[in-house]
């Protein structure tokens, strides 16, 4: 496609359930990262993948949050038994990188976002 | 661990003014990059700095980078209401796990005619 895409744009869940997003990155980006924006943590790193592999989870917050990745393209980032801590807007970035290569930039594009409100 | 600071976090303007917003940031780095958020939207690109002393321009903003001094600047030239939005800069970490970015904490820029 022509941008990074990530569906649903809003997600209204209730504290307890589980929830799933998900980021279709540009098309041969090999590099794709997860980061969350809140009011008040900002603008913070989730997960990092290169290809389906995540060598970089630190961010995720706590054992609820995972993610996977399928054929080096879309990936789903799942919140379980989410709380109203988890409110925030999930965004998603790709890039033009590869490991032990060199990109110019390593310019990295975003998503759309989903805005997740726990109630 | 690498840390990002911007100041001024709000900053309200006068059409046709000058301003500068400064990033600064605690440990090396090779690339620093400013993004536009408007509310409710995405991130935007709006420079990458990839070198010490690299300066880009492109309309009214210019943007220049010290690795030396670990700062960088977003110069605001004959602002107009259009510019109103949050500036990021954000700084990558270390090349061993990708180039996450860490964000400093915005810039909320008011432009008012």
């Known amino acids: 496609g022509a941008g990074v895409s990530q569906s649903p744009s809003n997600k209204v869940t209730e504290k307890g359930k589980d929830v799933e997003l998900r980021c279709d990155p540009i098309?041969?980006?090999?590099?794709l990262y997860w980061y969350r924006q809140s009011l008040g943590q900002g603008l913070e790193f989730l997960i990092y993948?290169?290809?389906?592999?995540?060598?970089?989870k630190s961010g995720l917050p706590s054992d609820r949050f995972s993610a996977e990745r399928t054929g080096g393209s879309v990936s789903t980032l799942t919140i379980q038994r989410t709380q109203q801590e988890d409110s925030a807007v999930y965004l998603c970035?790709?890039?033009?990188?590869?490991?032990?290569?060199?990109?110019?930039?390593?310019?990295?594009?975003f998503g759309p976002g989903t805005r997740l409100t726990v109630t | 661990e690498l840390k990002v600071e911007q100041n001024p976090l709000f900053l309200s303007m006068q059409e046709g003014k000058n301003y500068t917003i400064y990033c600064n940031y605690s440990?090396?780095?090779?690339?620093l990059y400013w993004y536009r958020q408007d509310p409710g939207k995405s991130l935007e690109s709006l420079f990458v700095?990839?070198?010490?002393?690299a300066v880009k321009q492109e309309g009214r903003l210019m943007a220049s980078l010290d690795t030396k001094a670990r700062l960088s600047t977003l110069h605001i030239t004959a602002a107009v209401h259009d510019l109103s939005a949050t500036y990021f800069c954000?700084?990558?970490?270390?090349?061993?796990?990708?180039?996450?970015?860490?964000f400093g904490a915005g810039t909320i820029l008011r432009v008012k005619s």
């Open positions: 970035a790709s890039s033009l990188e590869w490991a032990g290569g060199f990109s110019s930039s390593y310019e990295q594009y």
């Open positions: 098309s041969g980006h090999t590099a």
């Open positions: 993948f290169q290809g389906n592999s995540a060598p970089d």
């Open positions: 440990t090396t780095s090779d690339r």
């Open positions: 700095l990839l070198s010490n002393g």
């Open positions: 954000a700084v990558t970490g270390t090349m061993e796990y990708g180039n996450k970015l860490v």
